[in-house]
């Protein structure tokens, strides 16, 4: 794929992440304001790569406990179960129903590690300077963007069941620490999705046209 | 000092420089490089905006006034509404996972509809108030961190779960957090920022001259 035209920063102008206006910029003014709306005005988010980097690593070593500690202790008068995401999955798909189980498998299992792995494929892609397969990065960028706050569902079940399933003796939820490293999880890779400046992607492309 | 340009738009996801044209009403103009979408002309949207958010407002309010699940066994039985819920996981010794809970399910959309309304009111009149443009920031700080349509899902499961050991009472907050969610993606989808900022432009044009 071939850079289209030119590109706002190749021009000396910056759009506004806040409401949008482009306006002209010295290339080295970093305390440049929005003349619209005073937020502080960038040609690339700073720092990008290495925050992103930062979360991401967190998430990884995080990833770990959240999958192997226990999400949830199920009490009743015959039975005591302690579940971990993965666990907890696969009795709700003997035991329950099948279609719920696939969505949370795809919630709690697939989607963290999917954002994990795409973030990634796309730091290490902006690192090395390629335009391989651009159109096909953007895309799994903009999932990322899409998917990633859909994994919080499984904090929220934890925190009705463990609410709700209160009767005495009888029956009693409580919510593990895996609960914890899973929130975190969740939490860190929509803040390094976040950090991700998209428009590092196109960098390379846009200096192949304009050398 | 920046110098601003009137013509020129620039994209979000690849910083390709283009023209802005204007366009006709429910389209939306779409980069020609990387395909985001960059703006939309959405019709009536400050009246439509604002109709949504007064009606989210008061489900958001049913929602978290009334239980949003019964369960009962054998006689005993126990019911809870979301800030209940909250609380009472942060008595289990979880106040993290319930600050979770608490702020993406119950602070961020409240924190939502009242700047919506802030801006929404005054501009449905042709005014705006003081602190528009902060306004606006953190309108996009605060949305990735809404979580209701998530919130909904989890109910659902959690009443999957639930159903086999029990006998499930639904709570008008169930449904009221279904309606909630519509709303919330009919506001997302009928919300055109784009309005906003140019009143702010003719006011402070205005305000210059």
């Known amino acids: ?211 | 000092m920046p110098e601003p340009h009137k013509t020129l738009i620039a994209c979000h996801e690849c910083d390709l420089l283009l023209r802005e044209i204007p366009l006709p009403q429910g389209k939306a103009a779409c980069c020609c490089c990387c395909g985001a979408t960059l703006y939309r002309n959405l019709p009536d949207s400050i009246n439509r905006s604002l109709a949504l958010t007064v009606a989210a407002a008061i489900l958001y309010l049913i929602a978290n006034s009334f239980p949003i699940l019964g369960i009962n066994l054998q006689g005993n039985g126990n019911a809870v509404t979301l800030l209940q819920a909250v609380h009472d996981l942060w008595n289990q010794d979880m106040p993290l996972v319930s600050s979770l809970t608490f702020i993406t399910a119950i602070l961020v959309p409240a924190l939502e509809l009242c700047l919506m309304l802030y801006l929404l009111l005054p501009l449905y009149r042709g005014h705006l108030l003081p602190g528009t443009s902060q306004v606006m920031r953190l309108l996009q700080t605060i949305k990735p961190w809404g979580m209701v349509e998530v919130f909904m899902l989890g109910i659902l499961v959690s009443l999957v779960k639930l159903v086999q050991d029990f006998k499930i009472i639904p709570g008008v907050a169930l449904w009221s957090f279904g309606g909630l969610t519509l709303l919330l993606a009919a506001l997302a989808s009928s919300f055109n920022p784009r309005d906003v900022w140019m009143h702010l432009d003719i006011k402070q044009r205005r305000e210059g001259l």
């Open chain 1, 1 to 211: 794929m071939e850079w289209p035209g030119r590109s706002a920063a190749g021009q000396g102008f910056c759009a506004c992440h806040v409401c949008g206006l482009v306006s002209r910029l010295e290339q080295d003014d970093l305390a440049a304001r929005c003349p619209r709306c005073n937020t502080r005005l960038h040609f690339r988010r700073p720092d990008s790569l290495h925050r992103c980097w930062a979360f991401l690593i967190a998430a990884y070593i995080l990833y770990i406990p959240a999958n192997l500690m226990i999400m949830m202790e199920t009490g009743t008068l015959i039975s005591y179960r302690k579940d971990t995401i993965l666990s907890g999955v696969i009795h709700l798909w003997h035991n329950g129903n099948p279609g719920i189980a696939v969505i949370v498998f795809i919630a709690s299992i697939l989607v963290p590690l999917f954002k994990l792995v795409v973030l990634t494929l796309l730091l290490v892609s902006v690192r090395r300077g390629s335009t391989w397969g651009i159109k096909h990065r953007i895309l799994l960028y903009r999932i990322v963007e899409l998917v990633g706050r859909w994994s919080m569902l499984d904090i929220f079940v934890v925190t009705l069941l463990a609410a709700l399933v209160q009767i005495q003796s009888f029956a009693t939820v409580r919510a593990g620490s895996g609960a914890i490293a899973f929130g975190a999880v969740v939490v860190l890779t929509m803040f390094a999705a976040m950090e991700f400046d998209p428009r590092l992607m196109w960098d390379p492309l846009r200096k192949e046209r304009e050398l």
